[in-house]
Every structure is written in structure tokens, then in C-alpha cells.
């Protein structure tokens, strides 16, 4: 059974910083895309990052220059380091995973999806 189990949300003050995880198992995530969306109540999900199997890239531009994405391919985990946030972070990040070669921003092309983690930004 396939999994993704995210970690590392909660409550931060606005310019604080989080670090989410995503441990995925039940395959194998080789050659794997795997990318973090977020999505606030009563608003369409939206991209947040992505990381290639190989290191390549992509984040929103909301995001750019606060957040990292990074991960361990050895242990299938991924991580979101997320630097100067904002109450407009505040949202549900989900991990997913895509079979795409490249870091897609595509909803559409991940295949499996965690839970999520809730990530509060307070003002």
C-alpha cells in the first residue's frame, strides 16, 4: 500500500520558519517527481514546489526565495523548508508524487497524494 505521510506543520508567527517532511512508502519513488501543494478551505489547490529525481526544480512564484525544496532519495523522504512566511501560507500542504522525469507544477500528472499537515501562519 502505497503511502505518503507528511510531518512538520503547525503554528508559526508571521517571518518564523517550518519544515515540512514527506515520508513515502509501499514502492519504489525511483526516478519519481515530488512536489508539495496547498490548498485553503473553499479555494482551489494550488502548486507550492517540486523536486525532480534528479534535483531539478520548480517553485511558485509566491514562494520563491523563502522556500526550499529538498530530498533524501535513499530514505523517500522529502522536505519543504519554509523561511519568512506569511499568513497567507496558511493552508493545508499536501506531498504528492508524480512519475514525471521533471519537476511538473501539474496537479493533473501526481499520482499519489498524502494527507496533508496544516500550516498556520499568525499575524
Known amino acids: 500500500q502505497v503511502q505518503l505521510v507528511e510531518s512538520g506543520g503547525g503554528l508559526v508567527q508571521a517571518g518564523g520558519s517550518l519544515r515540512l517532511s514527506c515520508a513515502a512508502s509501499?514502492?519504489?519513488?525511483?526516478?519519481?517527481?515530488m512536489g508539495w501543494f496547498r490548498q485553503v478551505p473553499g479555494k482551489e489547490r494550488e502548486f507550492v514546489a517540486a523536486?525532480?529525481?534528479?534535483?531539478?526544480?520548480n517553485f511558485a512564484d509566491s514562494v520563491k526565495g523563502r522556500f526550499t525544496i529538498s530530498r533524501d532519495n535513499p530514505k523517500n523522504t522529502v522536505y519543504l523548508q519554509m523561511n519568512s512566511l506569511k499568513p497567507e501560507d496558511t493552508a493545508v500542504y499536501y506531498c504528492?508524487?508524480?512519475?514525471?522525469?521533471?519537476?511538473?507544477?501539474?496537479?493533473?500528472?501526481?499520482?499519489?497524494w498524502g494527507q496533508g499537515t496544516q500550516v498556520t501562519v499568525s499575524s
Open positions: 504528492a508524487a508524480s512519475p514525471s522525469f521533471v519537476a511538473t507544477m501539474s496537479g493533473s500528472e501526481y499520482s499519489y
Open positions: 509501499g514502492r519504489t519513488f525511483t526516478g519519481y517527481t
Open positions: 523536486i525532480s529525481w534528479i534535483g531539478g526544480n
